[in-house]
């Protein structure tokens, strides 16, 4: 099972990147070039798509195998030093290298895939929950994980709605107020 979503996941990814080689040869600036990754990253793949076989989160410096697996470097180091033997966790083909190269490319589409999901979906990243409340004291979303966390203990919170109001209040007084001082 894992085999073939490691080659369904390859054959997503090198379509992707053929992709966008054609659109970089049109595009002149590296700005235009990055907006057509965030957009491809974004609609084209799932969490799983970019999820390390073996701790199962998005990858983190995902090192590329000579079996074509990617693996999170960190994870791959454990794995080798719980086996006892360096072999790769998804085919168990022997790895003879002691180090092996980074994959820009997975990592740099695995880093606009989360940066576009927190723009999309209100969850906190730390814990994966929804963000429901705003921590007056320290000014941010927070998920309800969060509120009962030590990071903010004896903190005042809000709804986010009730919190969004009131700051919308205060600024149509500021503006108000600075309108009638201009006048």
């Not at 997503?12 to 049109?26: I, N, P």
């Not at 990592?107 to 409340?133: A, D, G, I, M, W």
């Not at 009962?148 to 903190?155: G, Q, T």
């Amino acid at each position: 099972m894992s085999r073939l979503i490691s080659v369904n996941f390859w054959f997503r990814l090198t379509r992707v990147f053929r992709q966008l080689k054609a659109k970089a040869k049109t595009v002149r600036h590296n700005c235009r070039a990055t907006a057509t990754t965030r957009q491809m990253a974004s609609k084209s793949f799932s969490e799983e798509d970019f999820s390390c076989p073996v701790c199962y989160n998005i990858y983190k410096d995902p090192v590329i195998l000579t079996c074509t697996h990617s693996i999170c470097n960190t994870c791959l180091q454990k794995f080798w030093e719980t086996k006892g033997s360096r072999e790769c966790p998804v085919c168990r083909t022997r790895c003879s290298k002691e180090e092996y190269p980074l994959n820009l490319v997975l990592k740099n589409l695995c880093e606009t895939f989360q940066q576009e999901r927190s723009q999309r979906e209100p969850f906190c990243s730390l814990h994966r929950s929804e963000l429901k409340l705003f921590c007056e004291d320290d000014k941010q979303l927070v998920c309800l994980v969060c509120r009962d966390s030590k990071l903010h203990k004896n903190h005042n919170f809000s709804p986010i709605s009730e919190a969004a109001l009131e700051r919308k209040v205060r600024l149509v007084v500021i503006n108000c107020f600075h309108i009638v001082n201009d006048a």
